[in-house]
């Protein structure tokens, strides 16, 4: 898949419909269409990496800021 339309400004959205951030050798997060799974948590980008005791499941379609836990 080329992103380049999207790095252009060409093209609003992503074809793509899922991702998978990794941190190091551990998923971070997965995300599939609406839905996005969050295995581990940082409240910013120099704090502490925890990981959940049960994963983090939002729909980011009606949560965008991901406050409310499915």
């Known amino acids: 898949m080329d992103p ?3 790095f ?11 991702g998978i ?3 190091g050798d551990d998923v971070f997060t ?8 969050q295995f ?6 120099n704090s502490e990496i925890k ?3 049960f994963p983090h499941v ?3 379609r009606e949560d965008s800021a991901e406050q409310l836990k499915l």
């Open 51 to 53: 990981q959940n005791t």
């Open 21 to 23: 951030t990794f941190v």
């Open 40 to 45: 581990f948590t940082a409240e910013s980008s």
């Open 58 to 60: 939002f729909n980011v």
């Open 30 to 37: 997965v995300k599939c269409r609406e839905m996005k799974i």
């Open 4 to 6: 380049k339309a999207i």
């Open 8 to 18: 252009l400004g060409e093209q609003g959205t992503s074809n793509r419909e899922h």
